[in-house]
């Protein structure tokens, strides 16, 4: 009698537990926001976390690939949520550049604390952002991007890498850490007016940190917008590091204050003080005119350039390692513009259109931001018909757009005659957007362009990039997403440096 009055006590109770489960579901389901882009059954409270899980831990696949395949089954705009954040991911260039060219679209993160201190408070209103971004431009204007003056500096670093080369008489190398010494110092000269050599410890030590919050930022710098409510490791090391890079840059910055000369500004410190000693005084944090917004703004300059840049480098010496004819015919095209007497120069691109074709295939094919950064709805709108809430995360997946096979026949292929039109013609396309897409898109974009051309024309102008007889076999696979970095980067490698005849 006692176990019959416990069992029925036990079946009522697992009872109302079901109602209950019951209700809070249904009261979850009536509060989820209507008229929201398709996209996979979201469970309550933690949404897509299970799969997310299941897929970048167990599967082990990359966060780039997941977004892609439940693209192809959901549409070119589909959404999910983790634990309450809506996340509208977009896979098609026209939808890509029409968010990316919507303000209301445009916003960033939640105004935690790791993303002011990396980014600073002007990065959060797109209002401020495009305010900072005019400045930004007429830096690269001023001070002559796409002009001698910025050539020398590039070149300068090529001949160190060279230098470097040299002294290893053949014996095969991994390039990375030249390839970010040099690009380190060309955003250095800019930006601080100095130069380093490539053994100061210092230096070095400045660019390991850098390449660290790289790959502590996670796809689509995911610790940046990530709400206050999501707690991590990863962020606390970042902010630590951030301390000491801007040690770094408070020290210059009040050696350029010892210094300073309105009249004739040497570098982007001494245009940023120019710009606050001339601007009216106002009391609006958000203004890139305040000085927490310019050391932020000092670090971006120096973080965003040098990490994308030698790693798009890195794989520009494994895809020639791979294919050597491409290679061979580069160099052929190198050596009928500019033969051996002469370096190439930004001026040699015109007659160069495989080499450029080359280049353009390369960042098509590796996709180095496969979801570039992630922005925030300032308030709710539509797009597409599809409503978006305030507060929604927007992904913009680059990968699938620059793997689209109508845009680009065979995506998977790697094919640089695909940029080359019948009269012989270097032709881009849009759809190949390494840079973003829009009114974000990055504005160190003909900076990096240039650094690419010149450092790739002068390694395959005096050097044969060459696989090593004992390194393993050529593999395309790299690290993103599940595995952190904000980057899509090769797994380590090893490449013979052979001086060319």
């Known amino acids: 009698m006692m176990f019959d009055y416990y069992q029925d006590g036990l079946v009522n109770l697992k009872s109302v537990l079901v109602l209950v489960l019951v209700f809070l579901s249904v009261v979850w389901w009536m509060q989820q926001p209507r008229n929201l882009p398709p996209g996979p059954w979201r469970l309550p409270i933690v949404g897509f976390i299970p799969q997310l899980m299941w897929s970048m831990f167990y599967k082990q696949e990359e966060l780039h690939l997941l977004a892609t395949r439940l693209g192809q089954k959901y549409g070119k705009i589909y959404s ?40 600073g408070s002007c990065y959060h209103s797109y209002k401020h952002m495009a305010e900072y971004r005019k400045f930004d431009r007429k830096f690269y204007r001023e001070f002559g991007i796409g002009k001698r003056s910025f050539e020398d500096k590039i070149v300068a670093e090529c001949k160190s890498i060279s230098q470097q080369l040299d002294d290893l008489k053949g014996i095969p ?3 990375h850490h030249l390839f970010v010494n040099g690009t380190c110092n060309v955003l250095f ?70 210094d300073f000369d309105a009249k004739t500004p040497k570098d982007f410190i001494d245009l940023y003080l120019k710009a606050i000693e001339e601007a009216p005084k106002l009391d609006d944090p958000f203004s890139y005119l305040q000085e927490d917004n310019m050391r932020a703004a000092l670090y971006l300059m120096f973080f965003g350039g040098a990490d994308t840049t030698s790693t798009t480098l890195d794989w520009c010496c494994l895809y020639m390692m791979a294919y050597p004819d491409i290679q061979m015919k580069i160099q052929e095209e190198i050596n009928s513009v500019v033969g051996c007497n002469r370096l190439p120069q930004l001026s040699d691109q015109a007659q160069m259109p495989f080499t450029r074709a080359a280049l353009l295939e390369v960042q098509r094919h590796v996709a180095l931001l496969p979801l570039s950064t992630f922005h925030t709805a300032s308030a709710e709108t539509t797009l597409r018909g599809y409503r978006i809430p305030k507060g929604a995360t927007i992904v913009s997946n680059i990968y699938a757009v620059m793997r689209d096979p109508v845009a680009f026949p ?32 990055c504005t160190g974009k003909q900076l990096a362009k240039m650094e690419l051309f010149i450092f790739f024309t002068h390694l395959l102008h005096r050097y044969s990039l060459v696989k090593p007889d004992d390194a393993p076999p050529i593999t395309f696979e790299g690290t993103y997403g599940a595995k952190l970095g904000a980057t899509f980067t090769p797994k380590p490698c090893t490449v013979k440096f052979v001086v060319r005849e």
Request: net charge negative.
């Open 80 to 119: 999910f949520d983790v634990f309450g954040l809506v996340f509208v991911v977009i896979n098609d260039y026209s939808i890509m550049k029409e968010a990316n060219n919507d303000p209301i679209l445009s916003d960033k993160g939640h105004n935690n604390e790791l993303e002011n201190r990396l980014l």
């Open 173 to 175: 190398c991994n390039p």
């Open 189 to 258: 000269s800019i930006v601080f007016g100095v130069r380093h050599d490539y053994d100061d410890e210092h230096f070095r030590h400045l660019t390991d940190l850098n390449s660290r919050i790289v790959y502590l930022l996670g796809a689509g710098f995911w610790c940046l917008i990530r709400p206050k409510y999501y707690p991590n490791k990863e962020s606390k090391e970042m902010l630590e590091i951030a301390q000491d890079i801007y040690d770094f840059i408070d020290t210059h910055i009040e050696k350029h204050r010892h």
């Open 410 to 441: 065979e995506p998977d292929r790697f094919n640089p005659e695909r940029f080359i039109n019948e009269a012989g013609e270097y032709l881009a396309k849009e759809e190949v957007c390494p840079f973003g897409v829009g009114r974000r898109i």
